[in-house]
């Protein structure tokens, strides 16, 4: 691996099995992986690989980080690595949080949780040609299950693909009383080949749990799908479960044509959300949206 600038530490800690990059750094970063690196074992962290306070970071080149297998995780029954990268238990292939200023591009992601996860405080993010599978997609969130929560602003996801994931391009908050918002984002040309829920908004998100009380305080607005095609492997492809004390507003749907991976068609289902649709829409648009007065 090459890294251009080295006003921040590197601190591989052996014992633990991570490496953190530490800044403070306030120029632009390039992290550079041409070579297959694999981790030395089960990190007791939450994480493998971390940057911390840099602000413009790009991460690119041709090699990979390879964590399938016992190595980074247990799973008794997994006999061969290829077959268990999707049963792999919560590991977000890249996860940010109170970042600003990043750019993830043409990258191969395949795992076992949200290929990327775009956390709480982050801000200008652009991710670029990302194809995920297996996975859960890319996912804004959770938000809003701390009080410390920041805001979300600023995402543009774009030439991306989802293959035979979980989820397809998914926003998620906590139905929590914290007044977080998550604001001017966009996901344009992406490609669902049978991803489960190609287009989702889920604002009664409480941790997997299917007992959810309550109604989400995080806002959602000004988001856009464009040129969002391909199939989906259950019949809802779009679905917009907002909040009812906070509706989604200014959702955009712009050009979408998603059918069922068999050919039929798909249906959408929107709760408390204010949107507009602009071209063709395969499935057909929502016959209720929230008016704004």
Known sequence: MSIRRHDFDRRWNVSAKYIKFSGPCNGQVSF???ANTTPPGRSNEHYWVSFDDINGLTIAGTGSFDGQGPSAWDFNDCRHAASCSPLSPNTDGTHTGNINNVNILNSNIGTGDDCISIGAGTTNLNIVGVNCGPGHGISIGSIGKYLSDQNVEGVNVENCKMSSTQNGVRIKT????FQVSVADVTFQDI???KAKHPIIIDQQYCGGKHDCIGSSHVQVKDVKFIRVEGTSSSEIAVNLNCSSSNPCYGIELNDI??????????????????????GPQNPAPCQ?????V
């Open 32 to 34: 550079t992986v041409n």
């Open 174 to 177: 906590w139905n929590s009383t």
């Open 191 to 193: 490609v669902m080949d």
């Open 257 to 278: 044509n998603l059918s069922l991976e068999d050919g039929g068609k798909a249906t959408s289902s929107c709760s408390n959300a204010n949107i507009s649709y602009i």
């Open 288 to 292: 209720y949206t929230l008016s704004l």
